[in-house]
């Protein structure tokens, strides 16, 4: 079993759709970043918790510590949303940022 | 935030030769780090590239085939040696610094080896 499990592994959706991703982990974690990688292969970071809740523009990641699960919920989802989803943990304890990665989701969305 | 960029995006090789990506960081950091994601794939932490001293390599990846540079706080450089078909992934060059864990990813190199 990956230490990072993330479902669904593919998502289509229609414009405007509500998206949820989930991120279950199964390591003690100091920090879990959500990531988004386009079609070139490119990175960017979107978000990085270690508890609680976050928002910046459309898109929102919770995470729940006891669970070991996180969310990253897209409203009002838009096309160029379309991209991979990619969850990583960094796991407590341990001196040099390491990450372990999940296997992304894909995500589309249809106009 | 730190600004990453890496040179070449894309390159198609041929078997037994070597490529040299360059990873150039807009600002000092502490940590850079150099990963592969094959098809279809996670990433994978092949190293962390240490300013002044030697790479710090994961289990599975050894300094012959991936010698990795780090002359100076801003700027890396990873070989891929001798290669065959398997080594087409992307290359990703990441940076972290600082008390927090935020890390930083460059817009990667997609390597193609025929």
Known sequence: KNEVEQSPQNLT????EFITINCSYS??????HWLQQHPGGGIVSLFMLSSGKKKHGRLIATINIQEKHSSLHITASHPRDSAVYICAVKNSGGSNYKLTFGKGTLLTVNP | SAVISQK???DICQRGTSLTIQCQVDSQVTMMFWYRQQPGQSL????TANQGSEATYESGFVIDKFPISRPNLTFSTLTVSNMSPEDSSIYLCSVSGGLS???YFGPGTRLTVT
Do not use: D, K
């Open chain 2, 44 to 47: 994978t932490l092949i190293a």
């Open chain 1, 13 to 16: 959706a229609q414009e405007g």
């Open chain 2, 101 to 103: 864990y935020e890390q």
């Open chain 2, 8 to 10: 070449p995006s894309r």
């Open chain 1, 27 to 32: 390591v003690g974690i100091s920090a879990l």
